[in-house]
């Protein structure tokens, strides 16, 4: 993980990137850490797979490639789904929400999203607690 100085700096960066897509893009708005939700979606199934941050390098990085890259908060770094597991995900479309603040990704997924093996991060319920 990086100490205090080297995450600023990637936020200064994320945020100048942010601003440079801006000018491509600018109706979409990103956080104050440079980043965007991204949601992604079996373009077949309709499934949803996963949901992951994007800084503006990783969305130029997706439409050029056609695979999905990611900025990992947790290790300050981008990453390219499937690089080292092979379960790429191959891009079909790229949408974003009314507000401009998320991205939807529809997909063709070579294997699971999850890297517990699950098909779709969200294979766990969260059962309401009031009555119906």
Not at 15 to 39: F, S
Not at 63 to 80: A, D, G, K, Q
Not at 98 to 113: I, K, N, Q, R, S
């Amino acid at each position: 993980m990086k100490g205090r100085t080297g995450f600023q700096g990637d936020l200064s960066r994320r945020a100048a990137e942010g601003r440079k897509m801006n000018r491509e893009l600018p109706e979409l708005r990103y956080n104050e850490a440079g980043l965007i939700p991204c949601i992604v979606q079996d373009s077949q199934t309709r499934e949803v797979l996963m949901m992951a941050w994007m800084d503006a390098e990783a969305l130029q990085r997706t439409r050029e490639t056609r695979t999905m890259w990611f900025w990992s908060r947790s290790r300050s770094e981008l990453w390219n789904k499937g690089a080292t597991s092979g379960n790429v995900q191959n891009l079909v479309e790229l949408r974003y929400d009314c507000d401009c603040d998320t991205l939807l990704a529809l997909v063709e997924p070579a294997g699971p999203a999850c890297h517990t093996g699950s098909v779709s991060c969200f294979y766990r319920s969260l059962p309401p607690t009031g009555q119906p």
